[in-house]
T-cell receptor, first 113, second 117 residues
């Protein structure tokens, strides 16, 4: 089955700096890669996603890049703000009929004011 | 659209009792996923169901845990004879389940927090 690895597990940045979170996946057939943000005590919420036919996608201060050959994808947050502090999860969904979504282990991002 | 509804939000059980967690998917969604999250840890896949079918239960312990998604009504995750190690947040998510759509977003419920005394 799919295995998703995520690094780093914790990340502290100064407000205004950029943050980068990296994930690798094992199943070359996976075709959809969402990123979720989970604030303390809350549900995970989708913040951005990318499909395997696209190399990069941006939405204001966040962007995701995908390298299918290397089987890795990254989340980039620019001009970080304190409200970006949360746990971020990457995920990969396989392209088979089961569509199982496998999550990475999460990155706890702390933005220091 | 009320989103993914889970209940109860908080459940306290004593060791040996049964816990039943319910999940109503978003309107129009026919696929349900259950994940378990221990404090300070990630989302661990448990089971993936479609209406009346268990598609993948590879993440669910063989003993004491079961899940169903009947034709009518919510999906239910059932934990029998709970132990302290079952204390966790259990999240349900749903999706439309159309592979050809290409935009099969997983939407999460607010979670059910189980505490075993």
């Amino acid at each position: 089955g799919e295995n998703v690895e995520q690094h780093p597990s914790t990340l502290s940045v100064q407000e205004g700096d950029s943050a980068v979170i990296k994930c690798t996946y094992s199943d070359s057939a996976s075709n959809y890669f969402p990123w979720y943000k989970q604030e303390l005590g809350k549900r995970p919420q989708l913040i951005i996603d990318i499909r395997s036919n696209v190399g990069e996608k941006k939405d204001q201060r966040i962007a995701v890049t995908l390298n299918k050959t290397a089987k890795h994808f990254s989340l980039h947050i620019t001009e970080t703000q304190p409200e970006d502090s949360a746990v971020y999860f990457c995920a990969a969904r396989d392209s088979g009929g089961y569509q199982k979504v496998t999550f990475g282990t999460g990155t706890k991002l702390q933005v220091i004011p | 659209n009320a989103g993914v509804m889970q209940n109860p939000r908080h459940l306290v059980r004593r060791r040996g009792q049964e816990a039943r967690l319910r999940c109503s998917p978003m309107k129009g969604h026919s696929h349900v996923y259950w994940y378990r999250q221990l404090p300070e840890e990630g989302l661990k896949f448990m089971v993936y169901l479609q209406k009346e079918n268990i598609i993948d239960e590879s993440g669910m312990p063989k003993e004491r845990f079961s899940a169903e998604f009947p034709k009518e009504g919510p999906s239910i995750l059932r934990i029998q004879q709970v132990v302290r190690g079952d204390s966790a947040a259990y999240f349900c998510a749903s999706s439309q389940g159309q592979p050809s759509s290409g935009a099969n977003v997983l939407t999460f419920g607010a979670g059910s927090r189980l505490t075993v005394l």
